[in-house]
């Protein structure tokens, strides 16, 4: 009778849960935490010899332990025009929390080929985050895409765990982007 009454006390004056309730918290927040999404598959590397926004090419494997967006896009299309502004502000938030976003540029068109039409792009665009050129569709290819824009989440151990085709599910992404970077390496 003693203890229920200290720790509905404790409750009452402090909004702490009894002894028992905090042994489970701590027991809890000790635990891996990860994400309820599917594992998809180890991500291919890329590949990409050409990155714009960075000082040398990005490597998954030198990227283990962080998140990484990967965005197939191209700089005219204007549904990966309309997912810009997502990813910048994704960037914003959440690079210094382990988010490294990567906008591999995939033409459809010889006039997205041209490497200073794309810094013009992403100039206009304020791409601050890392673009590789994927002029020979080799990243394209080894992720199997078909269509502009996609994403793809890559978790800290370097598997894919979320992919979306198109614009939209905005919230539904950023989500995701939060329960990845939860997750323990």
């Not at 824009?149 to 950023?174: F, N, S, W």
Request: aromatic share 12%; charged share 20%.
């Amino acid at each position: 009778m003693r203890r229920y009454f200290f720790g509905l006390l404790a409750f009452i004056l402090f909004g702490c849960a009894p002894q028992s309730n905090l042994q489970q918290q701590a027991e809890e927040l000790s635990m891996p935490k990860t994400a309820s999404l599917p594992d998809l598959g180890p991500a291919p590397e890329l590949t990409n010899d050409i990155w714009l926004n960075v000082s040398s090419p990005l490597r998954l494997a030198d990227l283990q332990g962080k998140v990484v967006l990967l965005e197939m896009w191209t700089f005219g299309c204007i549904n990966c025009q309309n997912v810009i502004p997502s990813l910048k502000e994704w960037h914003s938030k959440y690079a210094d929390q382990g988010l490294v976003i990567i906008g591999n540029h995939y033409p459809e068109f010889s006039y997205e080929r041209d490497i200073e039409n794309v810094k013009n792009a992403i100039a206009k665009f304020g791409i601050e985050y890392a673009v590789a050129q994927d002029n020979d569709g080799a990243t394209w290819r080894a992720y199997k895409n078909q269509y502009w824009p996609t994403l793809y989440l890559i978790d800290k151990q370097g598997h894919i765990r979320y992919v979306h085709v198109g614009e939209g599910r905005y919230a539904e992404t950023e989500e995701n982007i939060k329960a990845l970077l939860l997750e323990t390496y």
